[in-house]
């Protein structure tokens, strides 16, 4: 069975602050994608990334693909309170474009 | 574009009774998952539908749960009966399906509690 663990699995800043959420398997992902969920709604897609290395940036959030497609890193820069949610990787291993979810990270910033 | 809708949003009821869930995906979008988040977990995929047939139900508790897509449209999921770990938030995505990296749509999700 494969699994996505999130790390951390909680975190609370200040605004203005820098934070780095990661993404790990044993496993190689196919591709990878990232998703945002707020309370009561369903996750909306933040990016996709398929290369090893690649590198994609959405604003103030930048998303790093292991060279090894084993691992996934969101890097969020100058954090605000709109960026509170539970953060979620999901990866296809199998490459059938049917993703298993990571165990997510919960962001609150604090303004 | 009108999104993945779901209903109802919320449901209470007792260990061993039924209950189901309804999902309307984005209009033209052949596939539609059935996803279980259960509080503080990521959601974990109970079925996969390509039009109107199952292309993975692997991990669907068929003893008590089904799944339905009439026409490859609309689709309802059934618990019966209901235990109390089933107490979830029951998530609908749909997507345009084929061979690129598809976006999944999600719906707002149906929040069950069993007591």
């Known amino acids: 069975t494969q699994l996505l663990e999130q790390s951390p699995q909680f975190l609370s800043i200040q605004e203005g602050e820098n934070l780095t959420v990661y993404c790990n398997s044993s496993s190689v992902f196919s591709s990878l994608q990232w998703y945002r969920q707020e309370p009561g709604e369903g996750p909306v897609l933040l990016v996709t990334v398929v290369t090893g290395g690649e590198v994609k940036k959405l604003k103030r959030l930048t998303f790093q693909f292991g060279d090894a497609r084993k691992d996934s890193s969101l890097h969020i820069t100058a954090a605000q309170p709109g960026d509170t949610g539970l953060y979620l990787c999901a990866g296809d291993w199998s490459g059938t474009y049917k993703y298993i979810f990571g165990t997510g990270t919960r962001l609150k910033v604090l303004a | 574009e009108a999104g993945v809708a779901q209903s109802p949003r919320y449901k209470i009821i007792e260990k061993r009774q039924s209950v189901a869930f309804w999902c309307n995906p984005i209009?033209?979008?052949?596939?539609l998952y059935w996803y279980q988040q259960i509080l503080g977990q990521g959601p974990k995929l109970l079925i996969q539908f390509q039009n109107n047939g199952v292309v993975d139900d692997s991990q669907l508790p068929k003893d008590r749960f089904s799944a339905e897509r009439l026409k490859g449209v609309d689709s309802t999921l059934k618990i019966q009966p209901a235990k109390l770990e089933d107490s979830a938030v029951y998530l609908c995505a749909s997507t345009l399906g084929g061979y690129s990296y598809n976006e999944q749509f999600f719906g707002p999700g149906t929040r069950l509690t069993v007591l």
């Open positions: 209009s033209g979008h052949a596939t």
